[in-house]
């Protein structure tokens, strides 16, 4: 199985664990990724304000760039990148005239095909396949609480991976490893982190319900896919203590770390260090 | 009441504006809306106000830059109208008009720019541009624990890491012909 | 029912089923399959001892799963006729019901399916509706929350008859809910489901609501709605009674349903519009009045009665306004909800014009039915010279012609609709429509374009949909430039592209042929055949030498006079972009090979006076 492999841009700095620990498991269960060569930001929710085009040229340029190397699947582990490379490679796919005006818009490519774009998520549960996962668990997790948070680009606009109300593939995949994902009303509510420099006050508000929603269901630790919304609940974190007055204590993990753990990669692969919020303790408890 | 049907027209002609005028006021839109309580009007009376040509009230309110893009609205409305696609082209007719005092407002251009220059985003770039524009000191210095703990983590780069060619790159931010009207950065 | 069931001149064949409709109006030959219910009709007295004894329960259809039935059951307790009847794929033939059956010996295990054969005059499809399942609006939670609530399971519990002996009690717990929310619209006026409003959903909510407020008092009601329509006689008064008696209306549709764990409360998220505010409502239950859809069989039972469904998927009427009781079969009429979601004042209303529909056609001893059917030139037809064909008979939508080997094909007159598809679709011009024949629509044809044909646009309207499209046009003041020559044909499927080669041979700039958009087309199939047709239409022209501009299908319903007129401002303007010239010598370059295409129309009777005098069409 080989993908090109989109970064986006958080991948070198503030979620260059999630990078990390992408690569390592997907070396570990045998997925190649190739990084595409020269790829560009996707123009996250901010760039289009100054051009609309750009929610289309900016993922194209990526999406003809893998097609130049030969590839026709791009998984792109960030939430906010997969949505806007999607949505941009399905637009494209049904209108030959935006086809058009994408590629003229783009200087120096031309994208000729289809090149689709999945998360690693669905890449790993739907295409690798859960049983194969379980196979290949050397350290299952027993007695990880984990409230599997999927956020809002991850599974809206509505697709056919997963449910946007009530999707499963994460607590399955948390299944598999041996963990125990806990049911708890917040999996798909907003983080807020498209405004979490500019409206801080909304992700404090919003963050803070989805962790006490998760502390308040038994969780050990949230799980996500998704590295705005990992700023958001790892980062801010104290902040939000502060201004709920309580303590939260949530250790805050990419489902691509959890998997490292189960699947034996080897600890220094998965940045688990970087975050704001230790998991050390919570590792150390289940004997990691 | 001043209204402007060319502002329903300019909606209308956005990619994923094509439907507004399905609406029929339900509130699914309001109701599953995140940050309904910090909007002035929520999406569906916006839909309203644009039915009714209010560009003003509707471009120089607070309500898009409010948008969290969590597709909950577009997700749950029964006439299948892209509402989170009309907010960003809200967002962006606002820009045209000269309504940039929002803070989002800033940071979209402040991000647009640093992309524009690099190819890629660049934290300490864009924080930069951002705060030139807000000129919002006191935020900035709050920022400052935080930023500290994100540069030990590493979570910080000091340095850009740009496209190959970056000028041939600009060029993809002035299309040649482009329908759809844009601000300068 | 009842009354019914003891009418001398009314045979109930119940749990049957139709199998195959032969014939046509006034002879019509039914095929039904009875189905065994190993319960002898003439000896079952209803009495009902059997069952208790019935160690098998399965869920209950009829009281929507909320309580069980028995392998040997009636669906409900006033049934008609009021016979048992075994549910094989559950019985376990223990026998114990034929013991407490005992003297009258009404059980019979050997029973098989038997075939019944029918002669009727006419057929009645009053199949009604069934309800959208509305776990899939997984914001609801329908299907997860034991306390959210079809409105149909609600009426079952509040029905004194009903599994919990009129006891309105929660699933979860067993308690009467102090607090009540229904929902409106769930699966209705929503384009991911059900694009119509079902209609009697506000009416039946506030039914339900008045009775359990006058149940229970206390009882907090709520209704989120968009809007309450209670548009028939005295349906307002009943609503300003509902509010009147404090059922509270929220304008404003939930955005979603969450449950509380402990104890199983629903919380309500909606916008209250007239508020300005989002408000969490909780209540002890929440009813969904979900859509009425049609009925899972109406697919199979409309194709055995040739009645296509419209785009909502319930059966299409002959004319929504004008015959909404008939379907486009002769002899075959509609009544109640499966002609489209309608209540019970509609639907008897509606079901006593269904009968007498039908009377009419009984009373009489002859029927006069259009006379546009098709006929076959015995003379023309190669079927009748050993040669194998039958082509018209594989695009008949109604099976209306027979083709037997050495035998010219043969059309049913009465089973014919008129829809023309086999006459363009006969490769020998052996068949034809009375008065809409080749010749007939050839004079039209060479009189619209007998002046300046290369500034006209000659445009082929299927009567149903594009004619009253481009009448639609005229009646809304939608101007269009004044270069369209029309020319009417019952369906799309009539239309020839001998019509068009033809068209294009009299030097016509442009040529439309328009349609009923797939969905509408009131033969069933016959846009489909019309549609592929022109497909491989537009190329062979466009090889021949004409531009591909000059040639458009679109597919314009009758509602869509806006449409029309736009059609045909844009195919006036390429028109005049392509200009007079180049249509001049275009035509000229392809009149040749156009008249080469129709050298042998002139056979067909009738033709070849109107081509101009016995030669081959060349001008």
Known sequence: MTYAYYPGCTQESGSKEYDLSVRAVCERLGIELKEIEDWNCCGAVHTSVTDPLLAMTLPARNLALAEEQGLTEVVAPCSGCYKNLRTASKAIQADPALRQEVNDAIPGHTLQGDVTVKHPLYAIVDDYGLEKVEAEVTRPLKGLRVACYYGCQLTRPRDEFDSPEKPQAMDRLMQALGADPVPYPAKTKCCGGAVLLSHTHIVVDLTGKVLMAAQKAGADCVALACPMCHVALDAYQSQIERALGTRLDLPILYFTQLMGLALGVDRQRLGLERHIVSPAPLLERLGF | MAQNNDFLGQVLATRGGERVMDCYQCGTCSGSCPVFAEMEYGPRQIMHMIHLGLEDEVLSGPDMWYCVSCYSCTCRCPRGIEITDVMAALRSLALQKGFTQDKEAKFSRAFAETVRQHGRSFEPELLARYYARTLDLLALLRQIPLGLQMLLKGKLPLLPKNVENTRTWREIFTPAGGKEKKTEC | ?619
């Open chain 3, 1 to 619: 029912m009842v009354d019914a069931a003891r009418h001398p001149n009314i045979k109930i064949l119940s749990y049957a089923e139709l199998k195959r409709v032969d014939g046509y109006i006034g002879n019509f030959k039914v095929k039904v399959l009875q189905k065994p219910r190993y319960v002898l009709e003439d000896r079952c007295t209803g009495c009902g001892l059997c069952s208790p004894v019935c160690p098998i329960e399965v869920p209950n259809e009829f009281e929507e799963s909320i309580a069980p039935r028995k392998a040997i059951y009636v669906p409900q307790p006033q049934a008609v006729p009021l016979i048992y009847t075994i549910d094989m794929d559950n019985c376990i033939e223990c026998y114990k019901c034929v013991d407490a059956c005992g003297s009258l010996h009404a059980i019979d295990f050997s029973q098989r399916p038997e075939e019944i054969e029918l002669d009727v005059g006419t057929i009645i499809v009053a199949t009604g509706f069934d309800i959208f399942d509305p776990t899939p609006i997984e914001e609801y939670g329908y299907g997860q929350y034991d306390n959210v609530l079809t409105a149909i399971e609600a009426e079952r519990l509040h029905n004194s008859a009903g599994p919990t002996v009129g006891r309105f009690i929660r699933p979860s717990d067993g308690q009467i809910p102090k607090r009540v929310a229904f929902i409106q619209c769930v699966g209705s006026r929503d384009s991911r489901y059900h694009e119509y409003c079902s209609g009697f959903c506000c009416m039946y909510t506030i039914k339900n609501a008045l009775i359990l407020k006058g149940m229970y008092p206390d009882m907090e009601i709520s209704i989120f709605y968009i809007d309450i329509r209670a548009p028939a006689k005295s349906y307002e008064e009943f609503y300003q009674r509902a509010r009147n008696e404090g059922i509270r209306f929220i304008q404003g549709r939930p955005a979603q349903i969450t449950e509380d764990p402990d104890t199983r409360n629903l919380i309500v998220q909606a916008e209250d519009r007239n508020l300005g505010r989002v408000i969490e409502l909780e209540a002890e239950m929440v009813v969904l009045s979900t859509a009425a859809v049609p009925r899972q069989e109406a697919d199979t039972l409309g194709q055995t009665l040739t009645i296509p469904n419209d785009p909502s998927g319930f059966y299409m009427e002959y004319h929504p306004k004008l015959r909404p009781i008939d379907t486009p079969t002769e002899g075959v009429f509609l009544a109640g909800a499966a002609q489209g979601p309608k209540d019970i004042p509609a639907s008897v209303a509606q079901g006593s014009g269904a009968a007498a529909r039908a009377g009419r056609i009984m009373a009489v001893d002859k029927w006069e039915i259009e006379p546009i059917v098709a006929y076959v030139w015995e003379d023309r037809c190669i079927n009748a010279t050993g040669k194998k064909c039958g082509i018209c008979a594989t695009k008949c939508p109604y099976n209306a012609i027979t083709v037997k080997p050495g035998q010219a094909a043969h059309v049913i007159p009465a089973l014919c609709h008129g829809c023309g598809a086999c006459v363009a679709e006969c490769p020998h011009n052996a068949i034809t429509q009375m008065h809409f024949t080749d010749a007939q629509i050839l004079a039209q044809m060479h009189a619209l374009l007998a002046e300046k044909p290369e500034e006209k646009i000659l445009a082929l309207m299927c009567h149903w949909c594009s004619f009253g499209g481009a009448d639609s046009a005229g009646t809304g003041h939608f101007e269009y430039p004044a270069s369209s020559r029309g020319i009417r044909v019952m369906c799309s499927a009539r239309m020839d592209r001998d019509f068009v080669f033809e068209a294009f041979r009299l030097g016509a700039g442009m040529v439309l042929t328009s349609g009923c958009h797939q969905q509408d087309c009131h033969y069933i199939t016959g846009q489909q055949h019309a549609a592929k047709r022109f497909d491989k239409l537009a190329s062979a022209l466009e090889n021949m030498g004409i531009s591909p501009e000059r040639f458009r299908v679109e597919w314009i319903s009758a509602a869509e006079g806006q449409k029309y007129a736009r059609v045909i401002t844009e195919m006036d303007q390429t028109l005049k972009e392509l200009g007079v010239e180049r249509i001049k010598a275009e035509n000229e370059q392809t009149r040749d090979k156009l008249a080469k295409r129709l050298r042998r129309w002139g056979e067909v009777p009738g033709v070849a006076e109107v081509l101009g005098g016995g030669d081959d069409g060349s001008e």
